[in-house]
T-cell receptor
Framework: DAGVIQSPRHEVTEMGQEVTLRCKPISGHNSLFWYRQTMMRGLELLIYFNNNVPIDDSGMPEDRFSAKMPNASFSTLKIQPSEPRDSAVYFC????????????FGDGTRLSIL | GQNIDQPTEMTATEGAIVQINCTYQTSGFNGLFWYQQHAGEAPTFLSY????GLEEKGRFSSFLSRSKGYSYLLLKELQMKDSASYLCAVRSNSGNTPLVFGKGTRLSVIA
């Protein structure tokens, strides 16, 4: 059974460019979460979806960040324009229904903005 | 607010036992999770506690005291491959809601 699939694994780009991160959740999981991990702040929630509907985007740092989930098998996180302080590892996670269900993480996208 | 505290780093010897503590203050409580994260990799699920007491799973055990806002992860018969970060996370709301993560404890296992 395939796990959560993220692409790209690594992205290096110059500030001001648009960055798009992609995620395919585990089939049958109805919740999807985007997290950002840095040394200073650890893992922080950016946004999450239940049944493709955004539920809480209060963790999105500013209007430069946007996320979509057009269907149950695909989500994107977009940064436009990107800035050096956006450099981090971005993880996507999915989980099935049930409060005792753990979240399953993708391998992450390591983003470097120069 | 939400606050989860765990030690930043620990070192232990191969074959020994180590206990990693976690204290939390959250707006609600609907379960506590422990994850393992090797450097450069994704967090992977280790254990889940929602009731007080000890949950044992092979070499790993996790304990919860809801009244004290306290949990620990116990690793027995340490192996070199156990060197990783261990993340404590709390689900404060019911249903499929996000986890609030501590910053993790980096465990180094030495020979």
């Amino acid at each position: 059974d395939a796990g959560v699939i993220q692409s790209p694994r690594h992205e290096v780009t110059e500030m001001g460019q648009e960055v798009t991160l992609r995620c395919k959740p585990i089939s049958g999981h109805n919740s999807l979460f985007w997290y950002r991990q840095t040394m200073m702040r650890g893992l922080e929630l950016l946004i999450y979806f239940n049944n493709n509907v955004p539920i809480d985007d209060s963790g999105m740092p500013e209007d430069r960040f946007s996320a979509k989930m057009p269907n149950a098998s695909f989500s994107t996180l977009k940064i436009q324009p990107s800035e050096p302080r956006d450099s981090a590892v971005y993880f996507c996670a999915s989980s099935p229904t049930g409060g005792n269900q753990p979240q399953h993480f993708g391998d992450g996208t390591r983003l470097s903005i120069l | 607010g939400q606050n989860i505290d765990q030690p930043t780093e620990m070192t232990a010897t191969e074959g020994a036992i180590v206990q990693i503590n976690c204290t939390y203050q959250t707006s609600g409580f609907n379960g506590l999770f422990w994850y393992q994260q090797h450097a450069g990799e994704a967090p992977t699920f280790l254990s889940y506690n929602v009731l007080d007491g000890l949950e044992e799973k092979g070499r790993f055990s996790s304990f919860l005291s809801r009244s004290k806002g306290y949990s620990y992860l116990l690793l027995k018969e340490l192996q070199m491959k156990d060197s990783a970060s261990y993340l404590c996370a709390v689900r404060s709301n019911s249903g499929n809601t996000p986890l609030v993560f501590g910053k993790g404890t980096r465990l180094s296992v030495i020979a």
